[in-house]
């Protein structure tokens, strides 16, 4: 596609509820970034994905958080036992390298309850 | 740790007026971007900056790099209410994943 897709745009999810969130990135990019954003404020790395291997995943807070990208293209974020805090907008980016400028995805709201 | 610190975090202004945001490090970087963003959308890249002392101008937007490369700055000339969103700089932090550590942005506000 033209640009990033994520999917769903927002989520509602009962505090202990497991929840996935997907990313397309643009067609041919070869790196791939998960962003965790509160509101008001700067996103926060959470992973990178370049092709199908996850290089560095030292931003996920906890072992709840999971992502994959397993054949290369769309990637999964999969957050277990979701808690309050973990309500925030989940940014997607993808790039042609890990160094020229990201296209961002408009990323998906979690609220849990 | 490489932190990036923007000021102000709120600025609200009158159409034409002018503004400058700020981006600080004690750490260098390579290069640093900066993105806009408006609500419920995700971050939209405006330019980067690579070279200390380098001045890009984009329409009424004047991005500078600092000679040592630890700030960067934005300057908007005659803002207009299209201007209004969050402004974030963003640096690649010190591994080789391309990882991108970002300031705690800027939200702008332009009344007409």
């Known amino acids: 596609g033209a640009g990033v897709s994520q999917s769903p745009r927002y989520k509602v999810a009962k505090r202990g509820q497991d929840v996935a969130l997907r990313c397309d990135p643009i067609?041919?990019?070869?790196?791939l970034f998960w962003y965790q954003q509160a509101l008001g404020q700067g996103p926060e790395f959470l992973t990178y994905?370049?092709?199908?291997?996850?290089?560095?995943k030292s931003g996920l807070p906890s072992d709840r958080f999971f992502a994959e990208r397993p054949e290369g293209s769309v990637s999964t974020l999969k957050i277990q036992r979701t808690q309050q805090e973990d309500s925030a907008v989940y940014l997607c980016?993808?790039?042609?390298?890990?160094?020229?400028?990201?296209?961002f995805g408009s990323g998906t709201r979690l609220t849990v309850v | 740790t490489q932190l990036l610190e923007q000021s102000p975090q709120f600025l609200s202004i009158q159409e034409g007026e002018n503004l400058t945001v700020y981006c600080n490090s004690s750490?260098?970087?390579?290069?640093l971007q900066w993105y806009r963003q408006e609500p419920g959308e995700g971050p939209v890249l405006l330019v980067t900056?690579?070279?200390?002392?380098e001045v890009k101008k984009l329409k009424r937007l004047t991005f500078q790099f600092g000679d040592a490369r630890k700030d960067s700055s934005l300057h908007i000339t005659a803002a207009q209410p299209g201007d209004t969103g969050l402004y974030l700089c963003?640096?690649?932090?010190?591994?080789?994943?391309?990882?991108?550590?970002f300031g705690q942005g800027t939200t702008l506000q332009v009344k007409p």
């Open positions: 067609s041919g990019h070869v790196s």
């Open positions: 900056v690579v070279t200390g002392g």
């Open positions: 980016a993808s790039s042609t390298t890990g160094f020229s400028g990201y296209t």
């Open positions: 963003a640096g690649h932090g010190s591994s080789n994943t391309g990882k991108l550590i």
């Open positions: 994905f370049q092709n199908e291997a996850q290089l560095d």
């Open positions: 750490s260098v970087f390579s290069s």
